[in-house]
């Protein structure tokens, strides 16, 4: 059983190769790196980026995967809107993540790049169906910086001592809008809960490929 992770920064393989090691050992993984895809999309938006996105998602089903996870938040829905044409399952990593976050009366979305902003906020608002959330953003000042740097560390301490400043007294979730920020929960000393995506979405995409194999 393979499935097809495209991404938009090496960073993530090694996140979820462990995370297949740890929880999903009979998977085989087929990681897909393109940096410019976000690049892009930071500049001129998703939908601009659309074709490449599709382009990359049929390389991938044409080597055999029989499900595509996106790793990417800023162009997880154009991957998503390509699964008819592909015939495949392709799912977005964050949309587990989003389901579990709408239980809350209030969420805190942090991220560490604009772009991700926008398709982290429709993807709440579609998961929410007839329930309402009050939605609050947090873009965490000088992280990306840090990533692009190649300082992980700096980058996840950076993003969990945003998060530690999140009052506690607004009670709610915190999501950590981008796979690559997952592992700042774990430095965190806020009562919150934060979520991250992930192994949710690694999960769902497992999930699929035993139902389409």
Same mark, same amino acid.
């Given at each position: ?24 050992? $009979?998977? &085989?993984? @087929?990681?897909?790196? =393109?940096?410019? %895809?976000? !690049?892009?999309?930071?500049? /001129?938006?998703? *939908? #601009? ?77 579609? $998961?929410? &169906?007839? @329930?309402?959330?009050? =939605?609050?953003? %947090?873009? !965490?000042?000088?992280?990306? /910086?840090?990533? *692009? #740097? ?64």
């Amino acid at each position: 059983m393979t499935l097809a992770l495209l991404h938009t920064s090496a960073v993530h393989v090694p996140v979820f190769d462990g995370l297949r090691d740890r929880h999903h050992p $009979e998977l &085989g993984l @087929r990681h897909l790196v =393109v940096e410019e %895809l976000l !690049v892009r999309a930071r500049v /001129e938006g998703p *939908e #601009a980026v659309a074709a490449a996105v599709r382009d990359a998602l049929a390389e991938a089903v044409a080597d055999g995967a029989r499900a595509v996870l996106c790793t990417c938040s800023t162009i997880g829905g154009v991957a998503e809107r390509s699964a008819a044409e592909l015939g495949v399952p392709v799912l977005r990593v964050d949309r587990p993540m989003a389901a579990e976050a709408v239980g809350s009366d209030r969420i805190v979305v942090v991220a560490s790049v604009e772009s991700t902003l926008a398709p982290t906020l429709d993807l709440l608002r579609e $998961e929410s &169906g007839d @329930r309402t959330s009050f =939605v609050t953003t %947090l873009v !965490v000042d000088g992280a990306w /910086e840090r990533f *692009e #740097a190649g300082d992980r560390d700096g980058y996840l301490d950076t993003v969990a001592a945003a998060v530690d400043r999140i009052d506690p007294a607004d009670g709610g979730v915190v999501v950590l809008a981008q796979a690559s920020m997952a592992d700042a929960a774990e430095r965190t000393t806020t009562p919150l809960p934060v979520l991250s995506s992930p192994r949710l979405g690694l999960a769902a995409a497992a999930a699929a490929v035993r139902r389409h194999g």
